[in-house]
């Protein structure tokens, strides 16, 4: 029988047309489905993970089905930062992510990792939070918002859904539940060595539990859908949190309370292969946010983009285990400071660059749960141990913890011959990874806001106008402590890149008065061209007895149009208070020119004006 050409063209077509309809109805062997259920603000606080206090009988039913991963950190421990690595699977302080809700771009070729699952087909949702910390990437998703669901896909479309589960948020312990009204006992509440047993703290981790047990609750409804959608043998279901939470010490610190986070994989029979263990099983392997892209990236069997510095831990393209987790602090919220972290699988180490500032920087947010204002109280009292005022003081150049003996990072080994080696070797890690990154925290925010507006923070690291090794070894210099430097840091006040003028500015900032003999050469940085350093200068000259000039320098950066300069000269203006008395008029404008009360430096002008009141 003779076919007509155009016959034979519509029939190949037909056959094309079908054999693709049947691949995206058909049942998912080779693209699993991929489910996100994220909680927010907290650590491992669950009974899988062996407490006690907690009621979770859906995660602890969920971890027997999957894999518990003992090691899995966030990069950051607040929400924003922590979240622009997981969508990127780039490190923030490489991409000028940093630093908490600032929307600083991100170079084009930056896609935010759904946005691939999209392209090669699957149903991208997301409920509801995003907070990425960087310009918005709508494209990412099919839906996005308080209703998006899987459910609305393609039949036999395989999807990748992200469910936010708010309610263990810090805010839930803004307003005090009643007592007789909460389900976990405050005297039976396992506060952590560092806090006081006040009244108020008992009740906030009591009331804090409450909510872990609510989110158990909105987990297992997730998990109850997918049944009865007849989609749990076909999903992949990760379960984490964004940081870790919520008490003072805990999210926002560098510590294991605010970066080491519950994660537990499960992956049906269907995917077997594809399982990081046997369902009910443990992992030591160390994972960070960083290498949740990529891993997304590899089960959906999709090329990995060279550009992540993550590193896929499931899949066919999973790599060898890595050695050591990173993470960082910059500023938080209206409170500027500077710390990196690695932890490997026995010891924390903390390299602090802004040691002056003390840990418990007053933070409006922060100081909305009850327990901290009665830390504080109990503080200025004098009512607390050594390991519960060190939160109020000072911070250390370094910091090192034996995680398995001491989870809570109580005991500092860093000043111990006896752990000299683990020492160095982990400062050596740190600061080799600060150069392999391209780290651009090291920039004051002033500065780095204002090139952010013509150029990329990435680009402009790989640029040649990023001296990083001068910078971070200047950074080093000052944040030792080490008065032998004096005369190296004094040297660099002059030096031709207003990156290193502003860290040894710090270096002088950190020695107090035994940075008296750089004085001459502060007062003339009151008129360095950059506004950062001039800033840093008043801080150090107002240190060291001066007053009139250096406030008068504060107070004219408040006029700035630069928001990070003012919020810079807020957290100096904060420390010395009634010397700032001269600047109050500029602290009082910030708050006539209709900002939001959200604007990072109304909220630090709030606080001025609160402490004069006084």
């Known amino acids: 029988m003779k076919i007509s050409f155009q016959r034979l063209i519509f029939l190949m077509t037909l056959a094309l047309t079908t054999v693709k309809a049947q691949q995206q109805d058909k049942p998912v062997q080779d693209r699993p489905n991929i489910l996100w259920i994220v909680s927010e603000d907290n650590s491992p606080f669950l009974g899988a993970y062996g407490d006690k206090y907690a009621t979770t009988p859906n995660l602890d039913k969920f971890a027997t089905q999957g894999v518990l991963y003992k090691n899995a950190f966030a990069t950051a421990p607040v929400c924003a930062p922590s979240r622009s690595t997981l969508i990127t699977g780039m490190y923030p302080p490489s991409l000028g992510t940093e630093h908490m809700r600032s929307t600083y771009p991100v170079p084009d070729f930056v896609k935010f990792f759904p946005r691939y699952l999209r392209e090669a087909g699957y149903y991208t949702t997301n409920n509801a939070k995003k907070d990425y910390n960087t310009i918005d990437q709508t494209e990412a998703w099919d839906e996005s918002s308080g209703k998006a669901t899987y459910k609305n896909r393609k039949p036999g479309q395989p999807f990748f859904a992200v469910f936010n589960l708010n309610v263990s948020h810090e805010s839930g312990i803004h307003t005090s539940v009643p007592t007789e009204k909460l389900k976990h006992d405050p005297e039976k509440a396992p506060l952590p060595p560092y806090h006081p047993k006040t009244a108020e703290m008992k009740h906030d981790w009591a009331q804090y539990y409450d909510k872990?047990?609510?989110?158990?609750?909105?987990?297992?409804?997730?998990?109850?859908?997918?049944?009865?959608?007849?989609?749990?043998?076909n999903t992949i279901v990760f379960y984490y949190a964004d940081n870790g939470g919520i008490l003072g010490r805990s999210k926002r610190f560098v510590y294991e309370s605010g970066l080491r986070v519950p994660l537990i994989i499960h992956v049906p029979e269907k995917f077997a292969a594809l399982a990081p263990g046997?369902?009910?099983?443990?992992?030591?392997?160390?994972?960070?946010?960083?290498?949740?892209?990529?891993?997304?990236?590899?089960?959906?069997?999709?090329?990995?983009?060279?550009?992540?510095?993550?590193?896929?831990?499931?899949?066919?393209?999973?790599?060898?285990?890595?050695d050591y987790a990173y993470g960082f602090r910059g500023r938080m919220d209206e409170r500027t400071d500077l710390s990196r972290t690695v932890r490997d699988?026995?010891?924390?180490?903390?390299?602090?660059?802004?040691?002056?500032?003390?840990?418990?920087?007053?933070?409006?947010?922060?100081?909305?749960?009850?327990?901290?204002?009665?830390?504080?109280?109990?503080?200025?009292?004098?009512?607390?141990?050594?390991?519960q005022s060190r939160f109020w003081q000072e911070k250390p150049a370094e910091e090192l913890f034996d995680v398995e003996n001491d989870p809570h990072n109580i005991h500092n080994l860093a000043a111990d011959p006896r752990y000299k080696t683990t020492l160095a070797k982990l400062r050596e890690v740190n600061h080799n990874w600060l150069i392999e990154s391209k780290d651009v925290g090291f920039i004051p925010e002033a500065l780095l806001s204002k090139i952010s507006e013509t150029t990329p923070l990435y680009d402009y690291a790989k640029s040649g106008r990023y001296d990083l090794k001068r910078v971070v070894e200047t950074a080093e210099i000052a944040s030792s402590r080490d008065k032998s430097k004096l005369s190296e840091i004094t040297k660099r006040l002059g030096d031709k890149d207003p990156v290193v003028r502003y860290w040894a500015v710090i270096g002088t900032i950190v020695l107090k008065n035994d940075a008296a003999s750089a004085k001459s050469k502060l007062l003339t940085l009151l008129s360095d061209p950059e506004i950062a350093v001039r800033i840093a200068a008043a801080e150090s000259l107002l240190a060291l007895g001066e007053t009139d000039k250096p406030v008068q320098t504060l107070s004219e950066a408040l006029t700035d149009k630069n928001q990070m300069a003012r919020v810079q000269a807020l957290n100096v203006l904060e420390t010395i208070g009634l010397k700032a008395q001269p600047a109050v008029a500029n602290v009082k404008s910030l708050l006539k020119e209709n900002q939001k009360d959200s604007d990072y430096d109304v909220r630090a002008a709030k606080q001025i004006l609160e402490q004069l009141n006084k």
């Open 345 to 387: 699988k026995k010891f924390r180490y903390i390299r602090n660059y802004l040691p002056h500032k003390i840990y418990a920087q007053h933070l409006e947010y922060l100081w909305k749960a009850p327990s901290m204002p009665s830390w504080e109280a109990e503080f200025k009292a004098g009512r607390l141990n050594e390991d």
């Open 212 to 233: 872990i047990e609510e989110m158990d609750r909105q987990f297992g409804a997730l998990l109850k859908e997918l049944d009865e959608q007849g989609l749990a043998g």
């Open 278 to 322: 046997k369902p009910g099983t443990q992992t030591d392997r160390i994972v960070t946010f960083l290498d949740f892209a990529p891993s997304i990236l590899s089960l959906a069997g999709l090329e990995i983009p060279a550009y992540m510095q993550g590193k896929a831990f499931l899949g066919k393209q999973q790599v060898k285990e890595r």
